[in-house]
């Protein structure tokens, strides 16, 4: 089983709204990663749990906060956000290390108003 | 600044026909390469991966060669199926215990019937 679930698939909210996106695995991976990704580019990282512990940070604004629970389950908490944060968020996992298959869930989609 | 360059931006072939993504990559610490497939509206899936010891890899009709001396590596779809139209997208990693996956910038392509 290769598969990272979502939740939820679609969100809407407004800018001054506190919302949190889930995902979770079941494949025993100890690395999990948020993307976020805009229409036609590429995911761009942004927050690499190594063992449950916070390892990257691209230097993401503060409205977006990190949660990494358990091993199986990572969470991103919303807050103040702008339009332009609007994007597909994709959550992946890996066994850890940097050189293994990162399998990438369905993604949930933000738009900010 | 893009560590991993991909070509074409856009790409039609005709049903049959081979359908042929170049990447190319700066940072010679890179040791992963793996190509993405992402339909719209859902997270990207790996197709295919490689590492620098071998020159070419082949899944079926999915084929990554690779330049280790040229820091180049690519994609050959065989007989390019309509099924096949999607986003592709090349990315490269480094190292154990570092999760830094950096992806192309995708290759639309589109397989007409």
């Known amino acids: 089983d290769t598969e990272v679930t979502q939740t939820p698939k679609h969100l809407v909210m407004g800018m001054t709204n506190k919302k949190s996106l889930k995902c979770e695995q079941h494949?025993?991976?100890?690395?999990m990663y948020w993307y976020k990704q805009k229409a036609k580019k590429p995911p761009e990282l942004m927050f690499v749990y190594s063992y449950e512990k916070l390892s990257i940070n691209e230097s993401v604004p503060s409205r977006f906060s990190p949660e990494c629970p358990n091993s199986s389950l990572l969470n991103l908490h919303l807050h103040a956000l702008q339009p332009e944060d609007s994007a597909l968020y994709l959550c992946?996992?890996?066994?850890?290390?940097?050189?293994?298959?990162?399998?990438f869930g369905p993604g949930t989609r933000l738009t900010v108003t | 600044q893009q560590q991993v360059k991909q070509s074409p931006q856009s790409l039609i072939v005709q049903k049959g026909g081979i359908s042929i993504i170049n990447c190319a990559y700066e940072n010679t610490a890179f040791d992963y390469f793996p190509w993405y497939q992402q339909f719209p509206g859902k997270g990207p899936a790996l197709l295919i991966a490689?590492?620098?010891?071998?020159s070419e890899k082949k899944e079926g009709r999915f084929t990554i060669s690779f330049n280790k001396s040229a820091k180049q590596f690519s994609l050959h779809i065989m007989d390019s199926q309509p099924g096949d139209s999607a986003t592709y997208f090349c990315a490269a990693s480094r190292g154990y215990n570092n999760n830094d996956m950096r992806f192309g910038a995708g290759t639309r392509l589109t397989v007409k019937p």
């Open positions: 494949m025993g991976h100890r690395a």
């Open positions: 490689i590492r620098p010891d071998v």
């Open positions: 992946a996992s890996s066994q850890e290390g940097g050189s293994y298959e990162q399998y």
